[in-house]
């Protein structure tokens, strides 16, 4: 039997082990704000007119979405937002893997990320800039917030501006890897063209690599 739920909360857990070892579950709280068909924890649930997703740190909101609570899968449409931390994407649309703690993104892709840099300010505080990278698709670790951007990639940090066909972000490394047809606008206008650059995302080093690499800079006379 359907159950249909307008403006309410539903709240499950996703069991993370087992059924033959004692369960650790990962609460799930979903708010829908127009209407939801509910058809029970292996069935899918519909949901239309607005949603919020809150689960360990991370809230997500969408226009729609169909999940499966047994699986702990989701796929959301329209205007989809996912914060976390210092972490906010903005997409057309997402797969959402709570147990396998992946997402992936698709259409007007838009990650923003806080990073703390190396350099300090003239107080003596560590700089933050702003990373805004934009694709076609992306996929993201939420345990580890590493991710693989691919398709018009295209990154800008502070007055550093960069292009290529993927992008691979390692957290714990604070290094981004650009691969493809790179090219990167320094800080001082200088131009680096290459087949792969690894990028330190907290400080202004990069390293380029590739058949041929050109770089292109100015010198006042």
Do not use: W
């Amino acid at each position: 039997m359907k159950r249909v739920l307008r403006a309410g909360v539903i709240l499950f857990a996703v069991a993370m082990l087992a059924v033959s070892v004692p369960a650790l579950a990962k609460p799930v709280k979903v708010t829908a704000y127009q209407s939801m068909v509910h058809k029970g924890a292996k069935g899918d649930t519909v949901i239309e007119g607005g949603l919020e997703i809150e689960y360990d740190d991370i809230v997500i909101t969408a226009d729609r979405a169909t999940m499966n609570m047994d699986a702990g899968i989701a796929k959301l449409a329209g205007k989809v937002s996912l914060v976390q931390k210092d972490v906010t994407i903005n997409c057309d649309s997402m797969d959402l893997d709570i147990k396998k703690k992946t997402a992936t993104v698709a259409g007007s892709v838009r990650l923003q990320k806080r990073e703390t840099q190396a350099e300090k300010d003239e107080t003596g505080k560590p700089k933050v800039s702003v990373i805004t990278l934009t694709c076609a698709r992306m996929e993201i670790f939420t345990n580890t917030q590493d991710f693989h951007a691919s398709g018009s990639v295209s990154m800008v940090r502070d007055k550093q501006r960069a292009r290529a066909d993927e992008a691979s972000y390692t957290s714990s490394e604070k290094v981004l890897i650009l691969t493809g047809s790179v090219f990167i606008e320094g800080e001082n206008k200088e131009t680096i063209k290459c087949d792969r650059a690894e990028l330190h995302t907290d400080q202004t080093m990069l390293a380029a690599e590739g058949a041929k690499m050109e770089i292109t800079f100015e010198i006042e006379e």
